[in-house]
């Protein structure tokens, strides 16, 4: 048996780095009204932890019928999992399973305080493996390993602003990033033109999350042209397996939805742009090379963002050391992120269809005060 948990305040709560978190209210209404998610790839038998369990099963019923009658996936509706509330004690059996979106010492607390034995939690020390290879710097450790005709992609840690100055001046436009921040958040956009370099709120921002979390993350400006990213699974014992790709939207760097289709018909949507053999290289480097960081340490999904961008950049982002001349009008960002944790690019996995004539759409939106996951055919 299995305990799924779907607890989206992961990214701010691994930030933190406390046993003692309180999540923002957005993260919590999110819990609260999309707690049902681990249904979709939950087995027989498992549990899924929620804060309502008479809307956990309303939603559920009604999205496991459409996704059944949309695209295909007809083993959804003839299982009602076991929703169990959230605040109540925990009896589990030995030698359960407990899987939540992702590990922070916030959740291992949270466990424990409902009566979980330790002895099915990971360690402290686990946990701050998890939290250290989420930093956005084993990205930029990643990136030179993925380096290949055709990808193109440098980060830096910066610890003082004369670093971002110096970036700058190299790179004209770049992308300062908070080491750990949820999706769309901890992002700003600098030019060495622009006026927030010598504002307060910038500058402090910086200090802020230098004081907090040890420096900033610096990375030259794309010209995206398109988000995608692709899903794996590490099985703790030193293998990494390769699940799909996700293609998917952000609008200010937020998530905003996925793309459900088949594996052949996203892979032939992304190989108008970059080589089929180039994703090929890349997905095999990152088995080898993560199977090699963290596949005995980390069990569970994990998803790499990815991106492709222009490569004729405009003027005032153009600089030799970001771009190289390249016969394609595209290149390959191959290593934007690394999300040590489930991602919405698994739970578009679970509900894509089957049939590479069918297409469709994975939004959440909010809308009356709730969230609310909707699917619909393309």
Known sequence: MTLHIFNPEHDTALASGLANFTAPHAARQLRHDLG????????????????????????WQKLSFRAATLFGREHLRQVMPEFVHS???????????????????ALKAQLLRRGISERLLPTDDQIDTIRHF?????????????RAEGTVGESFACHDFGEVTILLQQHQRLVLKAPWSSSGRGLRFVSASDSLLSSTYL??????????QGCVMAEPYYNKVKDFGMEFYSDGNGT??????????????AYTGNLLATETKKRCLITRYIPDSLLDVVRERICRFLAAAFGRI??????????VVSAHPSPITHHPSSITHHPSPFMLHPCV???LRRTMGHVALALSPTDDDVMGVMRIEYTDNNYRLKINRL
């Open 203 to 212: 500058s402090g921002w910086f200090r802020n999350i230098v004081d907090s």
């Open 298 to 307: 980390y069990r569970g999904p994990f998803g790499i963002d990815m991106m």
């Open 36 to 59: 049902f998610l681990p249904a979709f790839w939950a087995e027989r038998g498992d549990m899924i932890l929620v804060d309502d369990v008479e809307r956990a099963e309303r939603s």
């Open 134 to 146: 989420s930093h956005r710097r084993q990205a930029a450790t990643l990136l030179p390993m993925l």
């Open 337 to 339: 992120e690394i999300n």
């Open 87 to 105: 605040r109540r004690q925990l009896h589990i059996a030995p030698g359960s399973n407990i899987a939540p979106w992702g590990w922070n010492a």
């Open 240 to 253: 990494i397996t390769y699940l799909g790709l996700s293609l998917f939207h952000t609008q200010n760097g």
